[in-house]
């Protein structure tokens, strides 16, 4: 048989009464905790967002910069294209939105057209001639 002495069950004893005692506030209601005599605590469990119901997230894009890195990577890619397919150019940019290029050969309009035209969604539009 378990002996145990006799101030370890008045230990263990004490410290379950306490933690009863200070945990009691978060039982009962506010009005019952009001009335309390003065020794018991009063104050009560401060719980945090997972068990208050959660937490509220708004996720935003910003869309106008979003456009603006869109642009950013079309000018590059069409520069890298561009360079690969060695297609002469010059004025390759971006202005409101719309990425230009002025392909110095003529010969070679067609040549440039591809690496802008695989983005779907956007007009590729062109002239030709010399200016």
Known sequence: M???SRWKVVLVALTVI?????????????????GLPGFFPKQTLNLGLDLQGGSYLLLEV????????????TVEDTRTQLREAQIP??????????????????GQVQGG?????QYPGRAVAGRGGRS
Do not use: H, K, M
């Open 113 to 117: 057209r591809p690496p802008a035209a």
């Open 18 to 34: 306490f933690g009863v005692l200070f945990s009691l506030p978060n039982l009962i209601p506010e009005q019952t905790r009001a």
């Open 2 to 4: 378990l002996t145990l």
């Open 62 to 73: 910003n869309t106008a910069a979003l456009r603006t890195e869109r642009v950013t990577n």
């Open 89 to 106: 150019f010059t004025d390759l940019g971006a202005s409101g939105g719309v990425v230009s290029v002025r392909i110095t050969n003529p």
